[in-house]
């Protein structure tokens, strides 16, 4: 994105940036000065108008009107004005197809944001009554979501943009991931350096640079989950995994640190 119009939108009239470059934009300033407003006109540009907005108070949600020129890959420019609940227009007021906007959002979806954080949630509620996800012992399901959780804050947070909340910030869920981390045969297999160094190196057109973050702090992974006072048998009537195989060990400093 290279430059915002917020033409009216909650407190915000006539309000413009220009020439913003690419890479990371940090906005500052005081409290009440219309930084979460600004953020939330941002998403509403980009994914839509809600019908429920709380930003119509001032122009009525029909009244709301916000511009954007973006820029993409290979050069390609897209200028556009969404007004309330009518959609998209280019500059000329012509209507214009929402998914031409698909290539300058590098695959970011709001809709499928929002159904990643009900689930998460969901998820949070379900597993604050119960040790595992179906019964009182390790399944199936428990190995499919912890793969998804266990590279959230190193992976999902910062490279996919999935970031209302990191994994550690949600402590039903981190609780759970960390129980099972500490299980044998999950974390003793998790090395971190080598899943941001495949996301973050492959994915050029979201991480054109292919810079690999040197965090997040995963320190926490090894502390205490409390998840012992729900009862449950890991493995139920069976027996625990061997230790991975010498030539399968996560090799030194790319795991989780382990707490002294």
């Not at 916000?66 to 993409?72: A, D, E, K, N, V």
Request: glycine letters at 14%; hydrophobic letters at 35%.
């Amino acid at each position: 994105m290279r430059g915002w119009q917020i033409e009216g939108f909650g407190v915000f009239r006539g309000h413009e940036v220009h020439d913003l470059v690419p890479g990371l934009t940090i906005v500052e300033g005081a409290n009440e000065a219309g930084k979460s407003t600004a953020r939330r006109a941002l998403i509403a540009a980009l994914f839509g108008i809600e019908r429920t907005t709380p930003d119509g108070h001032r122009f009525g949600v029909h009244g709301l009107r916000l511009g954007t020129r973006l820029f993409g890959a290979g050069g390609a420019r897209l200028s556009f004005v969404r007004q309330g609940l009518a959609g998209l227009a280019r500059d000329d007021g012509s209507p214009l197809d929402a998914a031409t906007l698909d290539p300058f959002l590098g695959g970011v979806d709001e809709v499928a944001y929002r159904r990643l954080f009900a689930r998460l949630d969901w998820l949070s509620e379900r597993l604050a009554r119960t040790r595992y996800l179906v019964g009182d012992t390790i399944t199936e399901a428990d190995v499919r979501l912890w793969t998804t959780l266990v590279r959230f804050d190193a992976v999902y947070h910062g490279h996919f943009k999935c970031n209302r909340n990191k994994l550690s910030e949600m402590p039903v869920l981190f609780a759970y991931a960390r129980d099972l981390f500490q299980t044998p045969g999950f974390g003793d297999t998790v090395d971190v350096v080598d899943t941001k160094r495949h996301y973050y190196e492959v994915h050029r057109t979201l991480n054109p640079g292919g810079i690999v973050p040197a965090g997040p702090d995963l320190s926490g992974w090894s502390t205490a989950h409390g998840r012992e006072v729900l009862g449950g048998r890991p493995f139920g009537d069976g027996t625990p995994p061997s230790p991975p195989l010498p030539d399968e060990q996560v090799p030194q400093g790319h795991g989780v640190p382990v707490a002294g």
